[in-house]
């Protein structure tokens, strides 16, 4: 199964609960006030829907996405289908200033807090570092991945993943950490 393949590499560097929750702030966070700079950039106008360069990259990504797994797809397509429509209202409502200062502020905090939660609660280096591409494309589809986990979903793909990093040598167990 290619999305427990794929998904086990991103597993590997995202095993401990706390900054698995950070995660699940700070990417969609990241996502955001990407989209929201993306937007600024008008490319054509298709029957009055401007086309930006955001409306390129998450259609790029989304079809992506459903290559992966339908169900997630579904779920991103919501979640960053809903992100997209923001950042497009707001590019019409910002300056460009506000919109520039928000992305860094966003990128900062939500990168800032990714680091974070690596190096302090998972005690290794972010995934980014051993595949850039996965880390910023694929990482969106992994956090609801791991939403759909924590809420009691696909088990039987949680459990093909775990399997996957169990046989790569990568499972690490964090029982432990809670137990204060």
Do not use: C
């Not at 989304?62 to 992966?68: C, I």
């Not at 990168?111 to 005690?123: L, P, R, S, V």
Request: glycine content about 6%.
């Amino acid at each position: 199964m290619r999305f427990a393949k794929e998904m086990a590499f991103y597993s590997a560097y995202h095993q401990e609960k706390r900054n698995v929750w950070i995660h699940v702030i700070g990417v969609p966070m990241i996502t955001f006030t990407l989209f929201l700079v993306l937007s600024r950039y008008s490319l054509t106008e298709l029957q009055g829907f401007h086309v930006t360069a955001a409306t390129v990259f998450v259609a790029a990504v989304l079809a992506y996405y459903f290559t992966l797994d339908f169900i997630f797809a579904i779920a991103a397509t919501l979640l960053f289908g809903s992100l997209y429509v923001l950042a497009q209202y707001l590019t019409s409502t910002l300056s460009s200033e506000v919109a520039w200062a928000v992305f860094g502020l966003g990128q900062l905090v939500g990168w800032g807090a990714q680091f974070y939660g690596h190096f302090i609660f998972e005690k290794s280096r972010p995934a980014l570092f051993d595949n850039l591409f996965q880390a910023l494309v694929s990482a969106p589809l992994f956090v609801i991945a791991d939403v759909f986990f924590e809420l009691g979903y696909r088990t039987d793909l949680k459990d093909a993943i775990e399997r996957e990093l169990k046989e790569r040598g990568k499972w690490k167990d964090f029982s432990h950490a809670h137990a204060k």
